[in-house]
């Protein structure tokens, strides 16, 4: 048998025979989803109740539409700085920041409700600012969260398993949008919207625990199979990879397909249920606006 002649491929690590699968990644994949999901209810906590975010705050309807629109804002700018933060810091380091940005937005939302904190003539104006604030730095934490599922996959988890622990820990975005439509009028009607934030940062404060508790290192000490050795985690490799894909031409055409897609989704979630109001149907928007969520994700 002819023996394979590994130093022609300098790029390549040696084959290593030790490969395991740690117990503690499913620790990981739930401390992921859980971050995934809360990252989701923060994206659509307004959009489900319009009316009562903008009496409130004393805004038009429209303005309540900026606090879903500071989610894609905010990551067409640091969605490529994300990802080469995650290649280069790893996911520990990245995922740390991302579910403290996510906390530390929930808080500063509820803080926006409380009086006595806004030094201001113009109370529930200076309320919409803060609450806007608050938005933003959870905005800060999506892309980190939503563009981990691959990497922790690749680190932790064998070939065979890799599919399943991308879709699950993805899924956790989308299902956080359905429990905000579920959740959002519900609790606004009979407690108040604040109320409403407070118990939304409950789950971002358990994510950022249980991802503190989980990410002890952003990989194992010894990898799941030979395809996590060949990682590259330098910003180099991260831009040669970019070239490559930049002039891949069905990569242009699945970009195209899948952000005109992403965009529609997003934009009809965030004005739904103010479609449906206007018209009088109210009693609706919410369980229209789950369905339409839970469309989206059989189709995924």
């Known amino acids: 048998m002819q023996k394979k002649n590994y130093a022609s491929f300098p790029d390549l690590p040696l084959p290593s025979t030790e490969y395991r699968l740690y117990r503690w990644r ?19 906590t307004y959009s489900p109740i319009p009316n009562y975010t903008a009496v409130f705050y004393g805004v ?12 894609s804002v905010t990551t067409f700018f640091i969605g490529l700085i994300s990802i080469i933060i995650l290649d280069t810091c790893g996911l520990r380091i990245s995922l740390y920041f991302g ?44 892309p980190f969260l939503l563009f981990a599922p691959t990497k922790l996959a690749s680190f932790w988890f064998g070939p065979k398993e890799r599919a399943f622990c991308t879709s699950i820990t993805s899924i956790g975005n989308p299902v956080g949008i359905a429990i905000a439509y579920l959740l959002s009028p519900h609790i606004v009607e009979s407690n108040g919207l604040p109320t409403l934030l407070w118990i939304y940062a409950i789950p971002a404060a358990v994510a950022l625990l249980l991802t503190i508790i989980a990410f002890r290192k952003s990989k194992p000490d010894t990898p799941p199979a030979p395809s996590a050795n060949v990682e590259d985690d330098s910003v180099l490799g991260f831009l040669h990879g970019l070239r490559q ?15 005109i897609a992403a965009g529609l989704f997003n934009a009809m979630i965030t004005i739904l249920p103010q479609m449906l109001c206007s018209y009088g149907y109210s009693d609706v928007s919410s ?14």
Do not use: K
């Not at 906390?103 to 806004?118: F, H, N």
């Not at 369980?287 to 995924?300: E, N, T, Y």
């Open 26 to 44: 499913w620790l990981i994949l739930i401390a992921l989803l859980l971050l995934n999901l809360s990252s989701g209810m923060m994206f659509l």
């Open 60 to 71: 038009p309807e429209s303005y309540v539409n900026g606090f879903s629109i500071t989610y």
């Open 99 to 142: 579910a403290s940005c996510n906390l530390i937005g929930a808080v500063i939302r509820w803080i926006s409700t409380i009086p006595p904190v806004l030094c201001s003539h113009d109370y529930q104006r200076s309320g919409y600012m803060v609450a806007m604030i608050g938005q933003t730095i959870t905005a800060f934490a999506q």
């Open 245 to 259: 894909i930049l002039g891949n031409c069905s990569f242009w055409g699945l970009m195209l397909v899948w952000g």
């Open 287 to 300: 369980l229209c606006g789950r369905a339409f969520v839970c469309h989206h994700l059989l189709i995924d």
